[in-house]
């Protein structure tokens, strides 16, 4: 069974362009999650979705941040305009229960 | 945002040696799960652990969900040079729409064969 699938693995950008990440889960997971990893550190959540709800996006900076799952699957997140700060390993992640699996994750470098 | 308190924050081992790693949180979390990063990767799930007290056991690892909920360790037996990475502790609160995994920041960790 495939795990977790994100593209692309790697981006670089300049500074105040847009950008985009796309997840396709596991299949059957109904929850999604978009973490971002900076270098020396854990991953943090950006914003989890139940299907295609978002139930928790507190910790998206909405000013320049948007995500969407259509249809419950897959997941698309959207920084615009990147900034210098917003590189980082951008992480998603799917469950079906209270254990999380990751994909790669794309690493973004913007300059 | 809110991390754990994950120890060692690295670890120089020899092969075949046993290694121990730790998490704490002022906060009680209903789950613990424990990764594993290789450079370039994504975390991989080691170990799930549901219930205070459990002690769980997945080859050359065992994890124990600690009694009063707040911490947890992950043991490393015997290591060979494949154990090298990043692993990191997570908890989860449960309940309501709260089930956001908060991470630890990791121990790094070195085998020299």
């Known amino acids: 069974e495939a795990g977790v699938v994100q593209s692309p693995r790697y981006k670089i950008i300049e500074k105040k362009q847009p950008v985009a990440f796309w997840c396709n889960p596991i299949s059957g997971h109904n929850t999604l999650y978009w973490y971002r990893q900076n270098l020396g550190q854990g991953p943090e959540l950006l914003i989890r979705y139940e299907n295609e709800e978002a139930v928790d996006d507190s910790q998206l900076p909405k000013d320049r941040f948007s995500a969407e799952r259509l249809k419950g699957v897959d997941s698309t997140l959207k920084i615009q305009p990147a900034e210098l700060g917003d590189s980082a390993v951008y992480l998603c992640a799917s469950s079906l229960d209270n254990s999380a699996f990751f994909g790669q994750g794309t690493r973004l470098t913007v300059v | ?113």
Do not use: H
Not at chain 2, 4 to 15: A, G, H, W
Not at chain 2, 24 to 40: A, C, E, M, R, V
Not at chain 2, 71 to 81: E, M, Q, T, Y
């Open chain 2, 1 to 113: 945002g809110q991390q754990l308190n994950q120890s060692p924050q690295s670890m120089f081992i020899q092969e075949g040696e046993d290694v121990s790693m730790n998490c704490t949180s002022s906060s009680i979390f209903n789950t613990w799960l424990w990764y594993k990063q290789d450079p370039g990767e994504g975390p991989v799930l080691l170990i799930a652990l549901y219930k205070a007290g459990e002690l769980t056991s997945n080859g050359r690892l065992t994890a124990q969900f600690g009694i009063t909920r707040k911490d947890s360790f992950l043991n490393i037996s015997a290591s060979i040079p494949s154990d090298v990475g990043i692993y990191f502790c997570a908890g989860q609160r449960s309940g309501g729409s709260n089930y956001k995994l908060t991470f630890g920041k990791g121990t790094l960790l070195t085998v020299n064969p």
